[in-house]
């Protein structure tokens, strides 16, 4: 069996199933296999530690906590953006704001010293709340 146990940080982001309507997942999962940690974050964005959209209307603002609340997860298991191998941007309007994320995105790896950039897709798609403009998940892998 596969050793796996689920990746919070209440501090910055409540848990899903805590929700009024509560949603069944976990905001990561971290997975043992062959010496390393493999943490596997889930669809992340502009939420607070009480489960409320911040920076509405504001895509930059919701980028930026977005990232916030990534690095906040990988904090809790031991590791920094730099561990991460592969992200997946979800973008409401990726038509009206890709070159912005690009730019923002390119401005939080300079910054970050993350080098080489992980892979990564992007795309346009429908989110789970109408006032969230931009989610991403992360794939990083640490050494146990």
Request: proline residues 3%.
């Amino acid at each position: 069996m596969i050793k796996k146990h689920p990746i919070t940080n209440l501090d910055t982001l409540n848990e899903a199933y805590d929700y009024e309507k509560p949603s069944a997942f976990s905001r990561g999962m971290r997975v043992e296999i062959a010496g390393a940690s493999f943490l596997f974050i889930s669809g992340t964005a502009s939420i607070d530690e009480n489960g409320k959209t911040v920076h509405q209307g504001d895509f930059a603002g919701q980028v930026q906590r977005t990232y916030l609340n990534i690095r906040k997860l990988l904090e809790a298991e031991g590791a920094t953006w730099k561990d991460v191998v592969k992200t997946t941007v979800y973008i409401k309007d990726i038509a009206a704001n890709y070159e912005e994320f690009n730019r923002l995105r390119l401005n939080f790896f300079k910054d970050e010293g993350i080098m080489p950039f992980p892979a990564s897709v992007g795309v346009q798609a429908t989110l789970c709340r109408e006032d969230l403009l931009v989610e991403m998940d992360a794939l990083a892998i640490i050494s146990k």
